[in-house]
């Protein structure tokens, strides 16, 4: 459920987690669940499904975005751009990134993009998860986008390994050394709260990561 606390901002939950008051509804959580995934379809995959322009560097209005939402479906007539500012501003991965009536996603893009993020305070490590038989691979020839345009890379290991999950019930973490990696010439971004993008990865920066089995850190959680 989304809701707005008059005090506090937009918020996921049943009352505002710093005051406890109610707030005012937004969207019911079926609502929420199709709003964000259409509005992630259009700046990460087929803004020209929704007739729209996407800038150079991803940005797409939200006025705009709200008019072609409402006409594809009507039972969302009562979509504002406030609504869609919301469900930016709560995701808790940090999968968008609002300014100046504009939004856009900070990574996950199959189309064409110039995204020009933060390249500063990046880790000193990062992490990916591949699969146990294409780990000796990457090691060898390096890490390079499959389906997307960039490398995603996580904040820690246990960030990749939740990724990873997705693919393989056991995850091989791979770990690069970030500061080797751009006094080689690597540009790192900063884009969710936990997600770095790169073009590639060289095999030299890369490893194997030494740290806990993925049963003991289960286990611990």
């Known amino acids: 459920m989304l809701k707005e606390c008059a005090q506090h901002g937009f918020f996921r939950a049943e009352v505002c ?3 406890g008051q109610p707030g005012r509804f937004l969207m019911n959580d079926r609502e929420l669940d199709h709003l964000g995934r259409v509005l992630t379809g259009i700046l990460r995959h ?6 729209l322009e996407m800038e150079p560097t991803g940005w ?8 072609a939402i409402s006409q594809k479906h009507p039972a969302y007539h009562w979509l504002r751009t406030m609504h869609l500012v919301a469900i930016a501003e709560t995701d808790a991965k940090g999968r ?7 939004i856009r996603a900070t990574y996950g893009h199959t189309v064409d993009v110039e995204l020009d ?4 305070n990046i880790p000193d490590q990062l992490f990916f998860p591949v699969t146990p038989d294409e780990a000796a691979i990457v090691l060898e020839v390096g890490l390079k986008p499959s389906d997307r345009k960039k ?9 990749a390994r939740a990724a990873g999950s997705v693919r393989t019930p056991d995850p091989v973490i791979l770990v690069v050394d970030t500061q080797k990696a751009r006094r080689g010439g690597l540009v790192i971004m900063r884009a969710g709260k936990t997600v770095f993008l790169v073009d590639q ?7 194997r990561h030494a740290g806990a089995p993925a049963a003991a850190t289960t286990d611990e959680k």
Do not use: M, N, Q, W
């Open 60 to 67: 797409v209005s939200l006025p705009s975005i709200v008019r």
């Open 46 to 51: 087929f803004p020209d499904r929704y007739g």
């Open 17 to 19: 987690p710093v005051c």
């Open 96 to 102: 968008y990134e609002v300014r100046d009536e504009k």
């Open 201 to 207: 990865v060289p095999a030299e920066y890369l490893a």
């Open 117 to 120: 993020l933060p390249t500063e």
């Open 151 to 159: 490398v995603h890379l996580s904040k820690t290991a246990e960030d």
